[in-house]
């Protein structure tokens, strides 16, 4: 019920807050939104030493598109994302997956870069980040990076951050004019972890063919599952038919092998790749078609 | 058998004057809403204490060394407290009431532990949190035992024992006629299987009170608590005299029979006994996911013979039910359950049989419904596959069975009062039907459903049940009542309120209600059973009349009129014309020498019940009614949500129709939670929901707007002719949601909670109609 | 209001300073105190509950610079140089009687324990969206648990505030 003792200090810079990383070692943590670390050190799970509060950290700095991709300071709330003109216009599926991420207050608090460094993988914002290509710019002690999310989550709640690497940002690449997108989950009730997770990304040439196409499943197995591949098998080059749309999920959830558990046993995980998939894929169909004002 | 003793009759009064009857907002909402009002936890003074329970990882071991040495040599522990330093071990309980042993609950274990969260240890420290890392330095030595998990192969030989005396804990036994004849001679016979689940109470406010000796040497205990009684059984722990214990209950943050049986008040006793010093304890939510009682889990199995046109003419059912590892309250709900098995139906051949069985699960207790509630699933399933059998209207089925007024039950009892339940399934069905249908579409399909139920308010009658309440007038004719009811939030305080100014004519804003204190109060027994509004709203009708009935006649002189015609009301005696404000009346009688106040005692009906025949007196009355609802179901993903929903109960007469209402409302949200989606899921006794993030009870999303029906068809037993409606609420629910199901998909549900999977399996069964 | 002697020997307290209900106040802390812990046991705002420890239940409810947040998963320290809004500091004064109002005649509370944050919450809502719809309402609180209500006749509460505003009685 109470969380253990720890030092705190605030950060000025992701800069900052990476250099104290590499000071104190393991058992020094950021904390930003907190919607996913306090809740487990108030049950005494998680016993940080330090905690690194980086919520100050470019304060007010707000989305912003430059050179064709959408920047989101690290600390972006996931209200922010929900509300903003900017993330709705370029990267509208983080829109929607913040508003289905946890209840009103998680998405007061909680940010973009706190949600993707814990690697949740029923997590809807990882899971958008792997289907639309997002990147995250790293900063550590020693310099900075780039990793793109599918190289970012490694398995549950594991990334592939070193100890002292902080998210400074989540870059978003815009897309061309004839794109839609679909988001579909399904969790036990509102505000709660979601069981399966699809995000699809369709653009479709001037004639309706698929151009390019990309899936990811959250919520399956320990990391995001990229279907786009087998999608891409199936539905670029191609006027993407229901019955393709149908087998190129199939092809996804007969690959990856979803797990078992109370929640949800792996064959209704299967059942619901199938069925999310092919609606986000239908959404995002519909929408590219919509898109071009055709 | 001496039979049943009536209940001294109470006069007959017909509300006049307005209180009851109306929707008051009068008592202590305004300040729950300002939030204003103290809850048990909302106590924090220099120098308190606090308290934290040490528990039992293991579902099955022996304790072989509790080693304490370094919380107790770590900077802010107070005490560190075991067995040893319990002056009598022992929770004392009379868990059937029928003279049936019982195994001694231990207030802390020192040899052995039966479950997951048994509690071995008390940490007392100087702040909350160095009682947690104090609590966390206690060390346990454990050897694991064999343990058995599942009530069922609890029942198999060679399954491993949970006491010496072996697992069956109470074994109920009913039967009328000859039902295995009546069985042979059948049309049909209709078999069917039926599980549930157990769940958690999930009241919003944890278990909390703040305990401290008073300045007289008493021990003084602040709690949330539904059984202030409780005092009693804290007085033999610590081998005081009974009157060296106080009880005071707060208003709870819920209670729903989850803190009927003693939560935080033993382990604070024994804190502030050995400290000396105020005490705090309050429970963290896994802490009471893991540890609390839950409802019984129960596995039924029905047998039900029919006649080709659909009357039942035998029913032969087994039910047994999860106890987890100490007795609690399992033989009074397997009891409950017992009684009402058959429901609200007709059969001259029965034989029940309800076995509360031990495992080394969290012993379940008490919970809104209390066995009568899980059988509802039971015999209302069976009612609808005797339909479908049959090929017959299931509200047909039901009509020509219902009990009536010249029915027995199956201990022989004849049915207390008319059942409306007919009135009530007319009602929710055509409520229902004027809701508009809805088109199915590729994926989705809708069905729609009801159940009906009949469910006990008041205790079993064999208890000599009574509760006591205290009546008096200010000089300026403000009314005081003393009754030590504790509320769960129902409006338990102002129904009496309400009730004590209709009778003396004042307004219910004019009437302070004090609860729940052992010391300062009357004792009214627990709100439990739904038998607060029948027991203390009879207490105080009763004093209140009497009060009434020793003043009236100051009145009826100074008016010039007989007793007879006075009038009570708008703050004011009167006969025609001729008024008396209440202040005047109660100065008049000061100056006549007359007590303004008075105290009385309600005996309930009082009879008896021999276990070994299955025959005898049981519940004093029913609360009958029939929910409906609409459903959607996706065949792709299993999910079912809930469009429409219409509670509809025969409640006697509504004290406050507003407060019925709402009980009608929680109820079935409750209920929702119950049957589509909440459950504890323990895995060999180690329970996987602890987190409240893993706990699906209902948000505001998963439950429709509820339509309550209130039906005041026939009087109960309680003040002015109403019936409990606390408990009745819930029961129905699981049934209808089930019933919705089968008209949407074409197959019924036996499993809770109805999970999307579930459905799904149940498509796969039904060969899901292609398109 | 000082905070009493609690922690045993002083670990590692801080003096935290910001405006809770438009008063500035200021906490001697310790780091592992929430922001519920400290409102309720230091600054006496026991109208602040905590439900459960994990963010789910919401009666811990309070506005964090305007926005709903769970304080039993904000630190104290971290309210420093921030504005925090209790369910009973809420105002404008005359929109929360009349909610409360409309709560009470509603039949909107039972047990009460989830009532001042879920009041907050609808309040939050309102001013974000005067001309919310009853399942905008519904969709609203649905991170506020209740166990007793049902939630029908919450709603129920906020459509008499609402009606209450249009026809100007009630408000003010």
């Known amino acids: 019920m109470y969380p253990a003792p720890f030092d705190y200090v605030r950060a000025g810079s992701y800069q900052e807050a990476a250099q104290l990383l590499h000071d104190r070692g393991e058992n020094a943590k950021l904390i930003a939104g907190g919607q996913s670390l306090v809740p487990m050190m108030n049950l005494r799970l998680a016993r940080p030493e330090l905690l690194i509060d980086i919520n100050d950290v470019g304060r007010g700095a707000g989305p912003v598109l430059r050179d064709g991709w959408l920047h989101m300071p690290a600390v972006t709330r996931q209200r922010a994302l929900e509300r903003l003109p900017a993330v709705a216009t370029h990267a509208p599926l983080f829109a929607t997956a913040a508003a289905h991420t946890g209840n009103v207050r998680v998405r007061t608090r909680g940010t973009i870069g706190g949600n993707l460094a814990h690697a949740d993988p029923s997590s809807e914002l990882s899971c958008v980040a792997v289907a639309t290509e997002a990147e995250v710019d790293v900063v550590g002690a020693d310099g900075s990076r780039r990793i793109a999310a599918t190289d970012l989550f490694i398995t549950d709640l594991t990334t592939s951050l070193e100890q002292s690497e902080v998210i400074r940002s989540v870059e978003v690449p815009t897309r061309p004019a004839r794109t839609g997108y679909g988001f579909a989950e399904l969790a036990r009730r509102a505000g709660e972890f979601a069981i399966v997770i699809a995000a699809a990304v369709v653009t479709l040439d001037e004639l309706g063919s698929c151009q390019g196409v990309r899936l990811a499943f959250g919520g399956v197995g320990a990391r995001i599952v990229d279907g786009s591949a087998m999608a891409a098998e199936h539905l670029v080059g191609v006027d993407p038919t229901p019955d393709r749309v149908v087998a190129a999920v199939a092809g996804t959830s007969g690959a990856s092998s979803p797990r078992d558990d109370h929640q949800a046993s792996a064959q209704y995980r299967s059942r619901l790749m199938a069925v999310l998939g092919s609606r986000a894929l239908r959404d995002a169909i519909a929408g590219a078609n919509g898109a071009s004002g055709g | 058998m001496t039979g049943r003793q009536a209940a001294p009759p109470i006069p007959r009064v017909v509300p006049r004057s307005g209180s009851v009857g109306q929707a008051s907002v009068a008592g202590e909402f305004a300040e729950k809403i300002a939030g204003g009002l103290a809850y048990a936890a909302d106590r924090y003074e220099p120098g308190m204490l606090y308290a934290k329970v040490v528990r039992s990882v293991l579902p099955s071991a022996e304790i072989i060394a509790i080693d304490s040495s370094e919380a107790e040599r770590l900077p802010g522990t107070v005490a560190i407290l075991t067995a040893s330093d319990v002056p009598h071990n022992v929770v004392s309980e009379e868990a059937s009431g029928l003279g049936m042993t019982v195994i001694q609950t231990p207030v802390l274990a020192s040899k052995r532990v039966r479950y997951a969260g048994e509690p071995i240890a008390i940490a007392v420290a100087e702040s909350p949190h160095l009682a947690e890392v104090a609590a966390e330095s206690v060390f346990v030595d454990y050897e694991p035992l064999d343990g058995v998990y599942d009530a069922d192969a609890a029942l198999l030989p060679g399954s491993p024992d949970v006491h010496e005396r072996g697992n069956v804990l109470a074994d109920w036994n009913l039967a009328s006629g000859d039902v295995d004849a009546a069985m042979a001679a059948a049309d049909h016979v209709v078999v069917g299987e039926y599980f549930t689940q157990a769940v958690d109470h999930a009241y919003l406010e944890p278990e909390a009170g703040v305990g401290w000796i008073d300045a007289d040497g008493i021990v003084t205990l602040q709690v949330a608590t539904q059984v202030i009684e409780h005092a009693t059984e804290i007085a033999a722990l610590l081998g005081l005299p009974e009157n060296r214990v106080r009880v005071i209950a707060t208003y709870m943050g819920g209670g729903f029979g989850g803190k009927e049986d003693m939560t935080v008040e033993p382990f604070l006793a024994l804190a502030v006994w050995n400290t000396g010093r105020k005490v705090q304890m309050v429970w963290s939510r896994q802490e009471s996911l893991l540890a609390r009682p839950k409802r019984h889990p129960f596995t039924m199995r029905y047998r039900t013979g029919v006649t080709a046109d659909g009357k039942l003419v035998a029913q032969d059912i087994d039910i047994v039910g999860d106890a987890g590892a100490y007795p609690y309250l399992s033989p009074r709900v397997l009891f409950a359950g017992a009684v009402t098995a058959a429901g609200p139906y007709r059969c001259e051949n029965t034989r029940i049989r309800a076995r509360a069985v031990f495992t080394n699960n969290v012993p379940n207790s008490a919970f809104r419904g209390f066995g009568a509630m899980q059988v509802t699933f039971g015999y209302e399933s069976q009612l609808d596959r005797i339909a479908a059998t049959i090929g017959a209207d299931a509200g047909q089925v039901r009509l020509i069975n219902f009990l009536d007024e010249h029915d027995s039950l199956p201990t022989g009892e004849p049915v207390p009062t008319r059942p409306a339940v007919a009135a009530t399934m007319e009602a929710a069905t055509q409520a229902l039907s004027e809701v508009e249908r809805k088109e199915p579409s590729a994926t989705l399909r809708y069905g729609r459903g009801f159940g009906c139920s009949m469910q006990p308010y008041g205790r079993t009658v064999f208890f000599q049940d009574r509760a006591s309440s205290w009546v008096g007038f200010q000089a300026d004719g403000t009314v005081i009542v003393r009754a030590g009811v504790t509320d769960l939030g129902g409006g338990q305080a102002a129904s009496l309120g309400q009730i004590a100014a209709e009778v003396l004519g004042v307004d219910p804003e004019n009437v302070v209600v004090h609860i729940g204190d052992t010391h300062l109060n009357p004792l009214t027994g627990g709100t439990f059973a739904t038998r607060q509004l029948y027991m203390s709203g009879n207490a105080v009708l009763k004093t209140a009349m009497e009060l009434r009935e020793t003043l009236a006649d100051v009145a009826a002189d100074l008016l010039g009129v007989a007793p007879s015609h006075l009038e009570f009301g708008g703050s004011a005696v009167s006969a025609g014309d001729s008024r008396l404000t209440t202040a005047e009346w109660v100065r008049a009688c000061e100056q006549a020498n007359l007590p303004v106040a008075h105290m009385s005692t309600f005996f309930a009906e009082s009879g008896d019940f021999d276990p070994r025949t299955g025959k005898g007196q049981t519940f004093p009355d029913y609360t009958y009614g029939t929910h409906a609802a609409e459903v959607s179901v996706d065949l792709e993903t299993g999910v079912v949500e809930v469009l429409a929903y219409i509670g509809c109960h025969d409640v006697g007469l509504a004290i406050n129709p507003l407060r019925v209402e709402g009980q009608i409302q929680g109820g079935v949200a409750q209920g929702l939670g119950y049957a589509l989606s909440e459950e504890i899921i323990t895995d060999n006794g180690t329970n996987q929901s602890v987190l409240f993030a893993d706990y699906l009870m209902p948000t505001s999303r998963e439950v429709p707007d509820i339509i309550p029906l209130i039906l005041e068809e026939v009087p109960g037993k309680g003040p002015f002719g109403a019936r409990g409606i606390g408990e009745p609420a819930i029961a129905p629910v699981a049934a209808t949601i089930a019933s919705a199901i089968e008209n949407a998909i074409g197959a019924r549900p036996t499993e809770l909670p109805i999970t999307p999977e579930r459905i799904l399996a149940l498509l796969e069964e039904r060969h899901r109609p292609g398109t | ?172």
């Open chain 3, 1 to 172: 209001m000082p905070s009493p002697a609690r922690m045993g020997p002083a670990v590692d307290r801080s003096k935290v300073e910001f405006v809770l209900d438009e008063e500035p106040v200021e906490a001697w802390v310790e780091p592992n105190q929430t922001l519920l812990e400290v409102l309720r046991t230091v600054l006496g705002h026991t109208d602040v509950k905590y439900g459960c420890g994990e963010g789910v239940c919401g009666t811990c409810t309070v506005l964090f610079d305007g926005d709903p947040v769970s304080s039993c998963l904000v630190f104290a320290v971290q309210a420093g140089g921030h504005v925090v809004t209790t369910p009973r500091g809420a105002g404008p004064p005359d929109e929360i009687a009349a909610l409360r109002a409309a709560f009470l005649a509603a039949g909107a509370a039972q047990c009460g324990f989830c009532t001042p944050a879920m009041l907050l919450t609808v309040h939050h809502l309102l001013m974000e969206n005067r001309a919310a719809g009853r399942e905008d309402i519904r969709s609203g609180i649905s991170g506020n648990l209740c166990r007793c209500t049902g939630y029908t006749k919450i709603l129920d509460a906020v459509e008499y505030y609402q009606a209450g505003r249009r026809t100007g009685s009630g408000s003010a």
